[in-house]
């Protein structure tokens, strides 16, 4: 009987005592009979559970084990808000987020009282200053990408792809605001350009995946008339194939038929009410030498534009492939968004989110080198994207080899963004990464927008002090030789010592540059294929 008095069936035993008590009191009229009404359905909720077989703890403590589901619902904003170290990255520390939080408010991201970094554990990293600071007077640092007059002067810092569908319509159109005020570009993502993308008047880079979204016919393959008609619209200034995505390479994506809605269905050019799928791979191109095509193909109708493509990078030699077509062709690329492991997504498969890809420095440093080794550095700019916040963030992937520097989950905090990471359910808190309008009805644009341009502002302000202290007058200066990083307790290097920087051409007149992930794999690829060649493969 103990289970009854104080055990497992403790509460469903007096939820039965009192709802009969509550009954007998109310016909005798000692007090209210209502309290019959909750007490009796506490106890029929405690049966069922009882007598359910779907779930083995409330079989075995029914209405008690309900707590624990209840717990563990609210633990991450449980370990958020209490539990959770300043420094404990899941996957933003709560320092970072403030940082951002504060430049977007216009506040000062200064930290009283010293650092709290580790600044002896293993990994650490550090941006070596001058005895003669530099003094910038112009702090909106651009990037010339594409030749001609359709060349675009991008800023150091621009918005990561943040497709309309997967984040609201407020939310795209506050951080379009925002990038328009604040003179700097704003990346699509897959779900195509839609009037969200346009409504801020901001620079655009137009993103084309998979599903050819927004420039594809009925049966799913690219369509140039529909890509044309949009791409010479003046707020597009790049376009940006994009290959892979770094949270989930190798994996097609599908919205469900019921979020199709007809607003969406529109934009993407595809059928309401079904469910859109994102193939795994471009339909348009099975080799390098195909790629060049299509990425010629896309400059041509949109004008000249800058063309690049966006990638995850797996297999080295895929990569080199197609770097061996443009040095083979003459035709090249105007830029690469290399986008690391770590990158965001609103969801993924674990195994995908943790175990597949190259994180994004490693990714960098072979996509620089790779460049460096035919000459081709200085014709193709590079971009990074993939967990980058802060100022010392932008200045070390440069430093690494970037031109400039994407960042989508910053501009979310700066939109408000808690990091409630729920972003796939639909519930989304702050109504950023929903379509539901009775939660993005919350966001002001324009209050929004000016914090998106606040960050970047910030952010920039905070860069150039960090290049004036270094002695630099532009992010385009640093190298690998500024950024040090601590080996162990007692020893210290710098970058270059980790990922050397490879000599100019030197593939093309050595025949082999230093790199060992690259001297591997170039002989053994072509621009006809993005596997080896199987006559050259070694016995």
Not at 310 to 323: D, M, S
Not at 448 to 474: C, D, I, K, P
Request: proline share 5%; aromatic share 10%.
């Amino acid at each position: 009987m103990k289970d009854f008095w104080w055990g497992r069936y403790s509460i469903v035993f007096y939820a039965g005592v009192f709802a009969l008590l509550a009954l007998l009191g109310g016909l005798l009229g000692l007090w209210s009979a209502w309290w019959f009404v909750p007490l009796a359905a506490l106890l029929g909720l405690g049966i069922h559970d009882r007598l359910q077989q779907k779930h083995t703890l409330l079989g075995n403590y029914p209405l008690l084990g309900r707590f624990r589901f209840f717990f563990e619902t609210i633990r991450p904003e449980l370990r958020q808000y209490f539990w959770e170290a300043d420094d404990d990255e899941l996957p933003y520390s709560r320092n970072q987020r403030a940082m951002v939080y504060q430049r977007a408010k216009g506040i000062m991201a200064a930290r009283p009282f010293g650092s709290t970094q580790a600044m002896y554990q293993d990994e650490f990293s550090w941006l070596n200053h001058a005895i003669q600071p530099t003094h910038i007077v112009d702090k909106h640092f651009r990037v010339v990408v594409g030749e001609g007059d359709a060349a675009y002067a991008a800023s150091v810092l621009n918005i990561s792809g943040t497709s309309f569908g997967s984040l609201s319509p407020r939310a795209i159109q506050a951080l379009n605001t925002g990038a328009g005020w604040g003179d700097f570009a704003h990346n699509t993502g897959e779900g195509s350009y839609s009037k969200y993308h346009q409504a801020g008047g901001g620079d655009v880079i137009w993103q084309i995946s998979t599903g050819y979204f927004g420039c594809r016919t009925p049966e799913g393959r690219f369509d140039p008339d529909a890509f044309a008609e949009k791409a010479v619209s003046p707020l597009v200034k790049m376009i940006e194939i994009k290959i892979s995505q770094g949270a989930k390479p190798g994996h097609g994506g599908m919205l469900l038929g019921p979020k199709v809605t007809a607003e969406i269905a529109a934009t993407r050019g595809i059928p309401e009410g079904q469910d859109c799928v994102s193939p795994a791979h471009h339909a348009e191109f099975s080799t390098p030498t195909e790629l060049l095509d299509f990425a010629d193909r896309l400059r041509r109708l949109s004008g000249g534009k800058p063309v690049g493509i966006k990638l995850c990078i797996g297999h080295p030699w895929e990569f080199l492939a197609i770097v061996k077509a443009m040095v083979e062709s003459q035709r090249y690329l105007d830029f690469i968004t290399v986008d690391g492991a770590e990158g965001g997504t609103g969801a993924a498969p674990v195994e995908f989110t943790d175990h597949l890809g190259t994180p994004l420095k490693d990714g960098l440093t072979f996509v620089d080198n790779a460049l460096r080794a035919v000459g081709l550095r200085e014709r193709i700019k590079v971009a990074a994207s993939g967990k980058i916040v802060s100022a010392f963030d932008i200045a070390q992937h440069c430093a690494l080899g970037a031109d400039w520097v994407n960042m989508a989950r910053p501009f979310m905090f700066a939109l408000g963004c808690i990091q409630a990471r729920d972003c796939s359910s639909g519930r989304c808190p702050t109504g950023i990464a929903t379509m539901d309008p009775k939660r993005y009805r919350v966001i002001d644009v324009d209050d929004r927008a000016m914090r998106v341009r606040n960050f970047h502002q910030n952010t920039l302000n905070a860069l150039a002090e960090l290049m004036e202290s270094a002695g630099l007058e532009h992010p385009s200066q640093l190298n690998r030789q500024h950024i040090m990083r601590r080996h162990s307790g007692s020893q210290v290097q710098m970058e270059e010592k980790f990922s050397p920087t490879v000599r100019n051409k030197a593939l093309l007149t050595e025949g082999a540059c230093g790199d060992e992930r690259i001297d591997a794999y170039w002989r053994r690829v072509s621009g006809e294929c993005f596997g080896l060649m199987p006559e050259a493969v070694e016995a």
